[in-house]
T-cell receptor, first 119, second 113 residues
C-alpha cells in the first residue's frame, strides 16, 4: 500500500515551453501533496504544499506563477513548469500524505521522480 | 522550528560490517522521525518511522533505529551490510501536529566487497 506514481519519469523540452508533471496516489486518498526539487548530490528542497481543493502554499523564493500547482482531486496533483528555462532542469519529486486520522497520516510517501531537461 | 543534522555525508563500510548512520534532530514539539532511502534516479522509499510508540523501531531490509530523546538522536543501524544497501539515506523530522517535514542533507552509503 501507499503507492505514489509520477508521470512522466523524464522529459526533455525546449526553452520557453511548458511542461506538466502528474503525481497520483494510487491506493489512498491524499489530502495533502508536496512538491520537491532535488539538485545533484543534494537533499530535497520543498517547493510547495498543496491541499485538495485549495491553493498551494509556496516556499519562500519559489515563483508561484512559474510553478503552477493544481490539486483538483484526492488522488491527483499536477505541477506545471511554465516557460521553462535551462536553469529549471532538475529532478522533481512529489509526495503524498493521507488524510488526517488515517492510519499513516503522518507519513509522506514519495513518487519515483521526474527528470526534467530544458534545452 | 525543527531541523535535522546528519553527521557524515559519506559512509563506507565493508560487506557484512555494521552500518551506522547518524541523525540528530531539533524540534520544539514532540517529533515524528523518519528514515528514507533513495537509489539513483529514483524517489524516496520509507525505511522506518518513529511516531511516539516504541523507541526502537524496526524497518525494512533489516534496518532499525532508536529514538533517544536525551540525546536528540535517531541513528540508523543494520548489523550486516549488503551490497544492495548502497544508496543515499535521508533522515527527516516533522512535528506531530503539522505537515512541515524537514530533511537532513543525506548520507551516501558505499558498501565495499
Amino acid at each position: 500500500g501507499a503507492v505514489v506514481s509520477q508521470h512522466p519519469s523524464r522529459v526533455i523540452c525546449k526553452s520557453g515551453t511548458s511542461v506538466k508533471i502528474e503525481c497520483r496516489s494510487l491506493d489512498f486518498q491524499a489530502t495533502t501533496m508536496f512538491w520537491y526539487r532535488q539538485f545533484p548530490k543534494q537533499s530535497l528542497m520543498l517547493m510547495a504544499t498543496s491541499n485538495e481543493g485549495s491553493k498551494a502554499t509556496y516556499e519562500q523564493g519559489v515563483e508561484k506563477d512559474k510553478f503552477l500547482i493544481n490539486h483538483a482531486s484526492l488522488t491527483l496533483s499536477t505541477l506545471t513548469v511554465t516557460s521553462a528555462h535551462p536553469e529549471d532542469s532538475s529532478f522533481y519529486i512529489c509526495s503524498a500524505r493521507e488524510r488526517a486520522g488515517g492510519l499513516r497520516w503522518e507519513t509522506q510517501y514519495f513518487g519515483p521522480g521526474t527528470r526534467l531537461l530544458v534545452l | 522550528a525543527q531541523s535535522v543534522t546528519q553527521l557524515g555525508s559519506h559512509v563506507s563500510v565493508s560487506e557484512g560490517a555494521l552500518v551506522l548512520l547518524r541523525c540528530n534532530y531539533s524540534s520544539s514539539v514532540p517529533p515524528y522521525l523518519f528514515w528514507y532511502v533513495q537509489y539513483p534516479n529514483q524517489g524516496l522509499q520509507l525505511l522506518l518511522k518513529y511516531t511516539s510508540a516504541a523507541t526502537l523501531v524496526k524497518g525494512i531490509n533489516g534496518f532499525e533505529a532508536e529514538f533517544k530523546k536525551s540525546e536528540t538522536s535517531f541513528h540508523l543501524t543494520k548489523p550486516s551490510a549488503h551490497m544492495s544497501d548502497a544508496a543515499e539515506y535521508f533522515c527527516a523530522v516533522t512535528p506531530y501536529n503539522n505537515n512541515d517535514m524537514r530533511f537532513g542533507a543525506g548520507t551516501r552509503l558505499t558498501v565495499k566487497p
